[in-house]
């Protein structure tokens, strides 16, 4: 998808999308020098997977959820099917846990906060508020994010109200000194293989891991898998352990796909923002 056919979108209530105005011929159509072509000159995105001077998987570049069996992407649609040959289910852009059969390990009380949440039309979800969202609202929003990657820092720039997040790859442990909590955390991490391993703590409490409201509070931990598997398909699995909220672990998977003639735009969700006051629940 090209910036002259993307729309910005932020998401507010329940399951309603606020479209932004027309960006069309914002920016022109680029393609960076060294991407692969295929024979009719466009971006073969099956190509191998590129690498950083030291050997491992390059995970630079646009990236959006819409590669096939992506989660469902901005769309509400039947939820994903549980996979029959053990890889972790796709995660579903309202609902994290659609693909469970019978849905996230919810301890009690975070059940009751979720029924709270959805009797409430979701008003109280920080993308509606133009805050930062959570991970895993990040994984699977509709705006592209774009991954910045260097030796010892990698760097994911959301489109989605603008967030920046560091993954610190220098060696450094997670701290255990009682920081200030992040909305993003604290992010490390290291190779296993070709696979980037990143370990995410010191959340604020009160989080929201997708639009629907399953919470996430200060105890959780997030591991995220990426594996970029060719050119142009980027698979992270992500599993969140958060005794407070949940009675185990568990994972979900997100698919994304190179966008290598796009670029983000500049989107200022608080830019003429008129629907907070709107924004009431039952």
Known sequence: MTMKMRTSAALT????????PSLS???????PPGVPKAADGKPNLDAPTPLMADGKPDFSGIWENRA?????????G??????ADGTPPLASFFNVGAGFTDGLPFQPWAKVLLDQRRAD??????????????LLQFHEHIQ?????QTKDLIVIIYEANYGLRQI??????LPNNDPTPWWYGYSVGHWEGDTLVVETTNLRDGGWLDIWGSPLTDKAKITERFRRTNYGTLVIDVTIDDPKAYTKPFTVRFNQRLAPSDELIEFICNENERSDAHLVGR
């Open 13 to 20: 209530l329940t399951l309603a999308v606020i479209v932004a």
């Open 25 to 31: 011929a914002q920016w022109p159509a680029y393609v």
């Open 68 to 76: 096939p069996g992506g989660g469902g992407g901005g769309r509400r």
């Open 78 to 83: 039947a939820p994903p099917a549980l996979p």
């Open 121 to 134: 039309n979701d008003k109280d979800n920080p993308d509606a508020h133009c805050l930062p969202m959570g």
């Open 144 to 148: 592209p994010r774009k991954i910045v």
């Open 168 to 173: 610190f790859m220098d060696g450094r442990p």
